[in-house]
């Protein structure tokens, strides 16, 4: 596990949720993004320290980037159905679900 068990103490789930992101990131095909999630799964690097890293921050930037780029692409029901099950998502790790 991760270090971000203090996270469940917050919102319930988030850090299963996080862990399954990671696992699934570190067995991706980007080696950045394989490195970074490795290196969090293992304690080498905290959460805190790859996000706010130059070492990654293009990395990051260009996949918020292109996540911005495809949600102003879509029309204004798709935009709202995303929020919708945006926030349907952290309701449920709130309650523990």
């Not at 917050?10 to 996080?18: E, F, K, S, V």
Request: hydrophobic share 40%; charged share 20%; net charge negative.
């Amino acid at each position: 596990m991760t270090q971000t068990a203090d996270l469940d103490a917050r919102i319930p789930g988030l850090n299963r949720l996080l862990d399954a992101v990671l696992r699934h990131l570190a067995s991706g095909n980007d080696p950045a993004l394989r490195e970074a999630a490795t290196g969090i799964r293992a304690g080498t690097y905290t959460l805190h320290q790859v996000m706010t890293s130059t070492a990654y921050a293009d990395l990051l930037t260009s996949a918020v980037d292109a996540f911005t780029a495809h949600h102003e692409a879509l029309d204004p029901d798709p935009q709202q159905q995303l929020r919708k099950d945006g926030q349907a998502s952290l309701a449920r790790l709130a309650a523990g679900i």
